[in-house]
């Protein structure tokens, strides 16, 4: 049974900075390009970095780029997203997923079907 675990989510003031992580079982974690996204009520699921299967690339969704870095650890089986200089605009459920592509490019994940989802975690940037 596959599981994503989000951790590392709460509360953080405006310009702050937050790291969360991802621990994923179940899954050959090291064939699975990664990726964070993030939800807010009333609008739709946006993409915030995606990592690829040995970490040789990332890339970003223009809201975060340059603020937010996404990381992996192999034998650790885990995603990490540091935050740094949060906004109020920040706040969201963000949510791990997994993309069993076999693309070296980051840019090419997450373009047609999620293999798998977390259960998400709350990132709240107070003003």
């Known amino acids: 049974q596959v599981q994503l675990v989000e951790s590392g989510g709460g509360l953080v003031q405006a310009g702050g900075s937050l790291r969360l992580s991802c621990a994923a079982s179940g899954l050959t974690f090291s064939i699975y390009g990664m990726g964070w996204f993030r939800r807010t009520p009333g609008k739709e699921r946006e993409f915030v970095a995606a990592i690829s299967r040995y970490g040789g690339n990332t890339y970003y969704g223009d809201s975060v780029k340059g603020r937010f870095t996404i990381s992996r650890d192999n034998p650790k089986n885990t995603v990490y997203l540091q935050m740094n200089g949060v906004k109020p605009e920040d706040t969201a459920v963000y949510y791990c997923?997994?993309?069993?592509?076999?693309?070296?490019?980051?840019?090419?994940?997450?373009?047609?079907?999620?293999?798998?989802w977390g259960q998400g975690t709350h990132v709240s940037v107070s003003s």
């Open positions: 997923a997994a993309d069993r592509s076999s693309s070296s490019d980051a840019s090419r994940l997450f373009t047609s079907d999620v293999d798998y």
